[in-house]
Nanobody, 111 residues
Framework: QVQLVESGGGLVQPGGSLRLSCAAS????????MAWYRQAPGQQRELVAS???????NYADSVKGRFTISRDNAKNTVDLQMNSLKPEDTAVYYC?????WGQGTQVTVSL
């Protein structure tokens, strides 16, 4: 089972940027499908962005053009660059891969 550890959350003003990072264990990371999900209070967990082993990406409509997912197979990491953040992006962000979840990192967008 892969182990995932997120970092990079925090408090940011509307319009600002944050970069989340997820470090994964496993010697075959390059073969993993990786994704970022988020869950706001009282809401269901939703897919934010995903990236396949081949580098194909997919984004939720709500973040297209603002968020970018990328992976570094040499470092076993997947990042989520979040720009033009909005208050509605406030949530706990989770890294996901092959049935495993990270512990989550809080992102708060507020004045």
């Amino acid at each position: 089972q892969v182990q995932l550890v997120e970092s990079g959350g925090g408090l940011v003003q509307p319009g600002g940027s944050l970069r989340l990072s997820c470090a994964a264990s496993g010697s075959i990371f390059s073969m993993y499908f990786m994704a970022w999900y988020r869950q706001a209070p009282g809401q269901q967990r939703e897919l934010v962005a995903s990236i396949t082993s081949g580098g194909s990406t997919n984004y939720a409509d709500s973040v297209k053009g603002r968020f970018t997912i990328s992976r570094d197979n040499a470092k076993n990491t997947v990042d989520l660059q979040m720009n033009s953040l909005k208050p509605e992006d406030t949530a706990v962000y989770y890294c996901y891969s092959v049935g495993s979840w990270g512990q989550g990192t809080q992102v708060t967008v507020s004045l």
